[in-house]
């Protein structure tokens, strides 16, 4: 079943925030006066933020808890955008106004899609549990969750009282 906060799906958003943000501050940085940096470097910065985004992704997290950390990764492209020679040092307040836009415009397109991404999470899990009740066991028998699987309710029944013999089953010879 769909869960956002699973390893795997934290390993995904972590991925996607890198992603964005990382090509976000290349253009950011194109815009702001800077040369495109080269794509090793995209990819290197965005692989540190995308360690870090997955560590946060533990919850959902809305336009203002992913504003922070995206405005930091954005300050830390644009540092290593100019080590690497990406330029603009002329421009720099322009550039990192720039920056900022993109973080801002970054952590509206995620939040969105963590909205989205728990919203269809919590309706397959409405969909599945509605779809397929699943009995539970009980001492006194069989107790049901309301659904369309009533039909089979006799024959559990017949079946739990026949073999309602506690121990291990008997081995029949032939």
């Given amino acids: 079943m769909l869960e956002p906060t699973s390893i795997r799906w934290r390993r995904i958003r972590g991925g996607l925030f890198a992603a964005v943000s990382?090509?976000?501050?290349?253009?950011?940085?194109l815009i702001g006066g800077g040369e495109f940096p080269h794509p090793s470097t995209?990819?290197?910065?965005?692989?540190?933020?995308?360690?870090?985004?997955?560590?946060?992704?533990?919850?959902?997290?809305?336009?203002?808890?992913?504003?922070?950390?995206?405005?930091?990764?954005?300050?830390?492209?644009?540092a290593l955008f100019s080590l690497t020679g990406h330029g603009g040092e002329l421009q720099l307040g322009r550039m990192v106004v720039f920056h900022l836009v993109a973080a801002v415009g970054s952590a509206a397109v995620l939040a969105g899609g963590e909205r989205a991404l728990f919203r269809c999470a919590q309706l397959l899990r409405r969909t599945v549990l509605r779809l397929a009740p699943l009995p539970t066991l009980v001492a006194a028998g069989i107790h049901w969750a309301a659904g369309p699987t009533d039909q089979l309710r006799p024959l559990l029944l017949r079946v739990a009282r026949a073999h309602g013999r506690r121990g291990p089953p008997v081995l029949l010879r032939p």
Avoid at 48 to 73: D, E, T
Wanted: proline share 2%; no cysteine.
């Fill in 22 to 29: 990382a090509e976000l501050a290349a253009l950011g940085h």
């Fill in 42 to 78: 995209v990819l290197a910065a965005g692989a540190l933020v995308g360690l870090g985004a997955a560590g946060l992704a533990r919850q959902q997290r809305g336009f203002w808890a992913i504003l922070g950390p995206l405005a930091a990764s954005q300050l830390l492209f644009h």
